[in-house]
């Protein structure tokens, strides 16, 4: 069955420490990947995507995301943290042509000012 | 990009009774997705709504414990029925309108059930 691990649920860092959170999925084909972040009391909002091209993302707020397709990854990486940081993250798969998305289990980042 | 309504945000209810969430975007889509994020997990598909048919259902959800109304292009209805503890969850509105290549989400109704 198509699933998506992400290993950390929680993550306290420090201010301007760097931060990466893993995201591995399981499906054999060709695949979109995304991380979401829910900032606390917000909806859900894309950080970043990859359909194709370079396996390095940038997306909003100075992250950015690489896709290693022999590891069936897409880490999210920011080399400095901020206070306003602090959301939970959820990496996504969408098997391209389909409308289906599968996610992760989320990972909660606290960032201490 | 799509501006989803959800309502209510939130509400506390009693075993056995029925909760309808609303979902209202601010533009027409053709596809419409209900997804239930219970406490600790990820979000879970429940069922993809077409306007004009009957929703399509995932593996594990059933229209007579999550009926569905999709009346028109930009308005959307999950009903909980019978509810038990087990219900107790966030659900989530969502769209991917034409083209754009990604989900929008609603914020969510939390429900919990006594």
């Known amino acids: 069955a198509q699933s998506v691990s992400q290993h950390n649920h929680h993550v306290i860092l420090s201010e301007a420490a760097s931060l990466e959170l893993g995201c591995n999925y399981s499906?054999?084909?060709?695949?979109?990947l995304f991380w979401y972040v829910q900032y606390p009391g917000q909806h859900l909002q894309l950080l970043l995507k990859y359909f194709s091209g370079d396996p390095l993302v940038k997306g909003i707020k100075g992250f950015e995301a690489e896709f290693i397709k022999s590891k069936f990854s897409f880490n999210l990486r920011k080399p400095s943290v901020q206070w306003s940081d602090t959301a939970e993250y959820f990496c996504a798969v969408s098997p391209s042509g389909t409308y289906k998305y599968i996610f992760g289990t989320g990972t909660r980042l606290k960032v201490l000012a | 990009s799509a501006v989803i309504s959800q309502k209510p945000s939130r509400d506390i209810c009693q075993r056995g009774t029925s909760l309808t969430i609303q979902c209202q975007v601010d533009s027409q889509v053709t596809m419409m997705f209900w997804y239930r994020q219970q406490p600790g997990q990820s979000l879970t598909l429940i069922a993809t709504a077409n306007q004009g048919s009957e929703a399509t259902y995932e593996s594990g959800f059933v229209i007579d414990k999550f009926p569905i109304s999709r009346p028109n292009l930009t308005f959307s209805t999950l009903t909980v029925s019978n509810m038990s503890p087990e219900d107790s969850s966030i659900y989530l509105c969502s769209v991917e309108p034409t083209g754009a290549g990604e989900l929008f989400f609603g914020e969510g109704s939390r429900l919990t059930v006594l």
């Open positions: 499906y054999g084909g060709t695949v979109n």
